[in-house]
């Protein structure tokens, strides 16, 4: 009864999503104020709806309700608790699922939050909010139903896939989610601005915050995803341009250079097209990985569907929403006119830059994960598209976009002083050189390249250092005045700060682990030692363990260096009989300066003495990249609490009658 009240729960979710997504809508365009003010009542309803519907299907998981075919399929009665919860968003109708609840989460939250928008503006954000959730309800319940029955019941299910089954990525899609489909709020306004033809502070302040939730919430999914790969598939990388995390790289891409645009916009003005732009091609990308990965087109440990019907049910809607969306800017986004001009040489053209760039590099990504799906479409045969030309592409594009972010938010507004900038920036110069040439030092046969990028992470870091000091006037002031200007710098500006430094350690991560890792796979036998980067791993044999749900193969290896014992490490090849699929589990230790990374795999059929294929990683700086991020994301989530983010735009009053107080200014 619970599950049909689930499904219920979402066919009524879509009636109140149709009224959301059209009588507000024409409301706004009547200037009908009771036709508008349904946008509120009905977002919050279609959210509570929704969560009923996936509250409903979470218990059918938790309980093991194998009369519900989604459950039979994706979960077993020995899974843990855990791994039966996450299971209801790792398969493809529990995805959608809750990718639909997040839309509706978000449409809900833009109405009880925004109580300062304008009322024309929040009708229509909600509505193409509601329209964008109309076309996903109708996708679920024709293609993709997570409440079909299947009579009989079966005693048990099949399970889940080992790999997922683990806590990195229980939580990896709800966090990637929050980001994918958090665009589309900006993609709301976006299109609602379009439609009222006005673009100006105000707008780029009430979605500064809303593409701050989705960046901060993608950028965390990502790094989850990438950690999980990292430890789990037992390869010892962190990234290897699959089309998977290509799909949601390229939405990062681009809502990154959305919300440096649309500070342009709120600062002076400018860029008001290119934001509009921006938006309406992050949260296009957005659908775009959800076709990726949801139609099939791609084999993958994350393509869940493999339904033809589905594929061209997500093609169709994003002919719509993309289509449509870029009709309009064609239509109304000539009229977008910039208020103010600047120099190339300004704080203005420097983000451009950023912006430029990073489409750029999203441009390039996209073209290497389609090219080969295209050419085996019209029959050109299958070829592959991996690391060499991600990394022969993107990096170049990348490059100078870092140098530039030191520069950048040093110059003036409208027009900047490039040699004073660069002067202020000695510090950052000096410490990237003294960088250079201290890891040419250190690793004198190591490559060139990765001398130079380690240099421009300190670059990086120093000069958003030297950024801080010049607007406290460091040194240049009593240290009591530098207090008083740090205590009142805007959390905005700390975050900006914070997330640039956190850039700065994933690029040193980045170099390190990509240029300096060691491997060693071979056979060890019980006794042997292999040496790695100067660390000795010595196998002391392998022992059966019995898991949860799994049986392991456990290995012991005991690591020591310079005769110092440092630690013991014990990885474990796993099988999951029910799955009837194998799974490995790396032992990691980490330290500041690298991570020791062990693998257990099969054992070897020729050897007699008990031998087992083991790989060994010496990963350096890896741990940084993690670091990194999530100083970015705090760096964000600092940003996020500016006041003036929640408030808006300040407007001011009417002219007050004489002999009234004076209007003042209002948020």
């Given at each position: 009864?619970?599950?049909?009240?689930?499904?219920?729960?979402?066919?009524?979710?879509?009636?109140?999503?149709?009224?959301?997504?059209?009588?507000?809508?024409?409301?706004?365009?009547?200037?009908?104020?009771?036709?508008?003010?349904?946008?509120?009542?009905?977002?919050?309803?279609?959210?509570?709806?929704?969560?009923i519907?996936?509250?409903?299907?979470?218990?059918?998981?938790?309980?093991?309700?194998?009369?519900?075919?989604?459950?039979?399929?994706?979960?077993h009665?020995?899974?843990?608790?855990?791994?039966?919860?996450?299971?209801?968003?790792?398969?493809?109708?529990?995805?959608?699922?809750?990718?639909?609840?997040?839309?509706?989460?978000?449409?809900?939250?833009?109405a009880?939050?925004?109580?300062?928008?304008?009322?024309?503006?929040?009708?229509?954000?909600?509505?193409?909010?509601?329209?964008?959730?109309?076309?996903?309800?109708?996708?679920?319940?024709?293609?993709?139903?997570?409440?079909?029955?299947?009579?009989?019941?079966?005693?048990?299910?099949?399970?889940?896939?080992?790999?997922?089954?683990?806590?990195?990525?229980?939580?990896?899609?709800?966090?990637?989610?929050?980001?994918?489909?958090?665009?589309?709020?900006?993609?709301?306004?976006?299109?609602?601005?379009?439609?009222?033809?006005?673009?100006?502070?105000?707008?780029?302040?009430?979605?500064?915050?809303?593409?701050?939730?989705?960046?901060v919430?993608?950028?965390?999914?990502?790094?989850?995803?990438?950690?999980?790969?990292?430890?789990?598939?037992?390869?010892?990388?962190?990234?290897?341009?699959?089309?998977?995390?290509?799909?949601?790289?390229?939405?990062?891409?681009?809502?990154?250079?959305?919300?440096?645009?649309?500070?342009?916009?709120?600062?002076?003005?400018?860029?008001?097209?290119?934001?509009?732009?921006?938006?309406?091609?992050?949260?296009?990308?957005?659908?775009?990985?959800?076709?990726?990965?949801?139609?099939?087109?791609?084999?993958?440990?994350?393509?869940?569907?493999?339904?033809?019907?589905?594929?061209?049910?997500?093609?169709?809607?994003?002919v719509?929403?993309?289509?449509?969306?870029?009709?309009?800017?064609?239509?109304?986004?000539?009229?977008?006119?910039?208020?103010?001009?600047f120099?190339?040489?300004?704080?203005?053209?420097?983000?451009?830059?950023?912006?430029?760039?990073?489409?750029?590099?999203?441009?390039?990504?996209l073209?290497?994960?389609l090219?080969?799906?295209?050419?085996?479409?019209?029959?050109?045969?299958?070829?592959?598209?991996?690391?060499?030309?991600?990394?022969?592409?993107?990096?170049?594009?990348?490059?100078?976009?870092?140098?530039?972010?030191?520069?950048?938010?040093?110059?003036?507004?409208?027009?900047?002083?490039?040699?004073?900038?660069?002067?202020?920036?000695?510090?950052?110069?000096?410490a990237?050189?003294?960088?250079?040439l201290?890891?040419?030092?250190?690793?004198?046969?190591?490559?060139?390249?990765?001398?130079?990028?380690?240099?421009?992470?300190?670059?990086?870091?120093?000069?958003?250092?030297?950024?801080?000091?010049?607007?406290?006037?460091?040194?240049?002031?009593?240290?009591?005045?530098?207090?008083?200007?740090?205590?009142?710098?805007?959390?905005?500006?700390?975050?900006?700060?914070?997330?640039?430094?956190?850039?700065?350690?994933?690029?040193?991560?980045?170099?390190?682990?990509?240029?300096?890792?060691?491997?060693?796979?071979?056979?060890?036998?019980?006794?042997?030692?292999v040496?790695?980067?100067?660390?000795?791993?010595?196998?002391?044999?392998?022992?059966?363990?019995?898991?949860?749900?799994?049986?392991?193969?456990?290995?012991?290896?005991?690591?020591?260096?310079?005769?110092?014992?440092?630690?013991?490490?014990?990885?474990?090849?796993?099988?999951?009989?029910?799955?009837?699929?194998?799974?490995?589990?790396?032992?990691?230790?980490?330290?500041?300066?690298?991570?020791?990374?062990?693998?257990?795999?099969?054992?070897?059929?020729?050897?007699?003495?008990?031998?087992?294929?083991?790989?060994?990683?010496?990963?350096?700086?890896?741990?940084?990249?993690?670091?990194?991020?999530?100083?970015?994301?705090?760096?964000?989530?600092?940003?996020?609490?500016?006041?003036r983010?929640?408030?808006?735009?300040?407007?001011r009053?009417?002219?007050?009658?004489?002999?009234?107080?004076?209007?003042?200014?209002?948020?």
């Amino acid at each position: 009864m619970i599950v049909e009240a689930g499904h219920f729960a979402l066919i009524l979710a879509v009636v109140f999503a149709l009224i959301q997504g059209t009588l507000p809508l024409i409301g706004a365009h009547r200037n009908n104020a009771t036709w508008m003010a349904l946008s509120v009542p009905t977002a919050v309803a279609q959210f509570i709806l929704v969560a009923i519907s996936f509250a409903a299907l979470t218990y059918a998981y938790v309980t093991s309700d194998f009369s519900v075919y989604n459950v039979a399929a994706n979960s077993h009665s020995a899974k843990p608790m855990i791994y039966k919860i996450s299971g209801v968003w790792a398969n493809h109708e529990g995805s959608m699922l809750l990718w639909v609840m997040i839309l509706a989460l978000f449409g809900s939250a833009v109405a009880v939050f925004g109580r300062n928008l304008p009322p024309t503006l929040k009708a229509r954000v909600l509505g193409v909010q509601a329209l964008i959730s109309v076309g996903f309800y109708l996708f679920i319940l024709f293609t993709s139903n997570p409440f079909e029955r299947l009579l009989p019941a079966p005693i048990d299910g099949r399970g889940l896939n080992p790999l997922l089954q683990d806590p990195g990525l229980a939580m990896h899609p709800p966090f990637l989610y929050l980001g994918y489909v958090g665009f589309s709020i900006a993609f709301s306004f976006a299109i609602a601005a379009l439609i009222e033809g006005r673009v100006d502070a105000a707008w780029a302040r009430w979605v500064r915050p809303w593409t701050l939730v989705a960046w901060v919430s993608l950028t965390l999914g990502i790094a989850l995803g990438s950690w999980w790969a990292y430890y789990e598939l037992g390869w010892g990388g962190w990234w290897f341009w699959d089309p998977v995390e290509n799909a949601s790289f390229m939405p990062w891409l681009a809502g990154t250079a959305l919300l440096h645009s649309s500070v342009v916009v709120e600062k002076r003005n400018a860029l008001k097209g290119w934001t509009i732009f921006l938006a309406i091609v992050t949260f296009s990308l957005s659908l775009l990985g959800a076709f990726l990965v949801r139609s099939g087109v791609l084999t993958s440990v994350h393509a869940f569907a493999s339904d033809p019907a589905r594929g061209v049910f997500i093609l169709g809607l994003l002919v719509v929403v993309i289509g449509g969306s870029f009709t309009l800017f064609a239509i109304r986004g000539p009229a977008l006119k910039s208020g103010s001009l600047f120099r190339p040489i300004s704080r203005e053209g420097a983000l451009l830059l950023n912006n430029l760039l990073m489409t750029t590099g999203a441009a390039a990504v996209l073209l290497g994960t389609l090219y080969p799906l295209f050419l085996d479409a019209v029959g050109g045969g299958k070829v592959s598209v991996g690391p060499p030309f991600f990394n022969a592409v993107f990096i170049p594009l990348m490059t100078p976009m870092i140098a530039a972010m030191a520069i950048g938010s040093l110059l003036a507004w409208k027009r900047g002083d490039l040699a004073q900038a660069m002067g202020r920036l000695w510090t950052a110069l000096a410490a990237a050189g003294a960088v250079v040439l201290l890891v040419w030092w250190i690793v004198a046969d190591g490559p060139v390249l990765a001398a130079l990028g380690m240099g421009l992470a300190a670059w990086l870091f120093v000069g958003t250092v030297a950024e801080l000091t010049v607007r406290i006037r460091l040194f240049r002031v009593p240290v009591g005045e530098s207090l008083r200007r740090l205590s009142r710098i805007p959390r905005a500006t700390w975050g900006m700060t914070v997330a640039h430094a956190g850039m700065a350690v994933v690029v040193a991560g980045m170099v390190g682990a990509g240029n300096w890792k060691v491997e060693s796979i071979q056979v060890m036998t019980p006794g042997e030692t292999v040496t790695v980067a100067g660390y000795d791993y010595t196998f002391r044999g392998a022992t059966e363990v019995q898991g949860p749900n799994y049986t392991a193969t456990r290995g012991t290896f005991d690591i020591s260096r310079e005769g110092r014992r440092v630690t013991t490490l014990y990885p474990e090849n796993r099988n999951y009989p029910v799955e009837k699929r194998p799974s490995t589990e790396a032992a990691i230790l980490t330290t500041f300066w690298a991570d020791l990374y062990v693998v257990i795999g099969d054992p070897d059929k020729n050897t007699a003495t008990g031998g087992y294929v083991t790989r060994i990683y010496h990963n350096p700086m890896i741990a940084w990249i993690w670091a990194g991020i999530l100083i970015m994301v705090s760096g964000g989530l600092v940003s996020l609490s500016d006041r003036r983010h929640r408030v808006g735009a300040p407007t001011r009053h009417r002219a007050a009658p004489i002999g009234a107080a004076p209007a003042g200014v209002r948020e």
